[in-house]
């Protein structure tokens, strides 16, 4: 257990809102990610961090976007909320100096 | 991007049952984990293995870097082994950025 937690754990929204999803960790790790799963699709990283203001985008970035103020909570945020973003979105760990991430519970996004 | 393919795309066994799950990949990488998604929907790391074989009791992983393939092996399979299992593969450096095959479900039965 790494000791993340993610909330919510479940949302509905409608279209257009802003919806911010958070992440959190209790052993100040220096990396956290943000993938999203779907169906057909496995999971596909949307955003990282590697450190505190320290964030890159990954594969699938588009209409999200992170913030990391603290090193124990990433943000990730959907300005303007589209189904196209429904999805499960999980966040993750690795520990300085080894590769081995380590996931949270995930948050199951639905947007109507 | 570097593609992930993974093999069979679903498999069902009976308990007591072994198995081989096949991960391959298109291009050089030093970075490969194995993960198991249970049918609640929580992923747990098995192994990180960019290289060479590893076991941990039943499970057991064996990645040729040089051929582009990982083989996760499951042996005496139970009802708690059913669920997903990911392949992911990536870099090492600032962050391990991982991208991941679309898994072998596996369902074991009594």
């Known amino acids: 257990d790494a000791g993340i937690t993610q909330s919510p754990r479940h949302k509905v929204t409608e279209t257009g809102t802003p919806v911010t999803l958070r992440c959190h960790q209790t052993?100040?790790?220096?990396?956290m990610y943000w993938y999203r799963q779907d169906p057909g699709h496995g999971l596909r990283l949307i955003h990282y961090?590697?450190?505190?203001?320290?964030?890159d985008k990954g594969e699938v970035s588009d209409g999200y976007s992170v913030s990391r103020s603290k090193t124990e909570d990433f943000l990730l945020t959907l300005e303007s909320a589209t189904s196209s973003q429904t999805s499960v979105y999980f966040c993750?760990?690795?520990?300085?100096?080894?590769?081995?991430?380590?996931f949270g519970p995930g948050t199951r996004l639905l947007v109507l | 991007g570097i593609q992930v393919e993974q093999s069979p795309p679903d498999l069902i066994l009976q308990e007591g049952a072994n198995s081989t799950l096949r991960c391959n990949f298109s291009?050089?990488?030093?970075?490969l984990q194995w993960f198991h998604q249970n049918p609640w929907g929580q992923l747990i790391n098995l192994f990180y293995?960019?290289?060479g074989t590893k076991q941990n009791g039943r499970l057991s992983a064996t990645t040729v870097a040089t051929e582009r393939y990982s083989l996760l092996y499951i042996s005496s399979s139970q009802t708690t082994d059913s669920g997903v299992y990911f392949c992911?593969?990536?870099?090492?450096?600032?962050?391990?950025?991982?991208?991941f095959g679309t898994g072998t479900r596996l369902q074991v039965t009594l």
């Open positions: 291009d050089s990488v030093n970075n």
């Open positions: 992911a593969v990536g870099g090492t450096g600032t962050a391990s950025k991982l991208t």
């Open positions: 293995i960019p290289s």
């Open positions: 993750a760990i690795s520990r300085q100096g080894q590769e081995t991430q380590y």
């Open positions: 961090s590697y450190g505190v203001k320290d964030t």
């Open positions: 052993e100040n790790h220096r990396y």
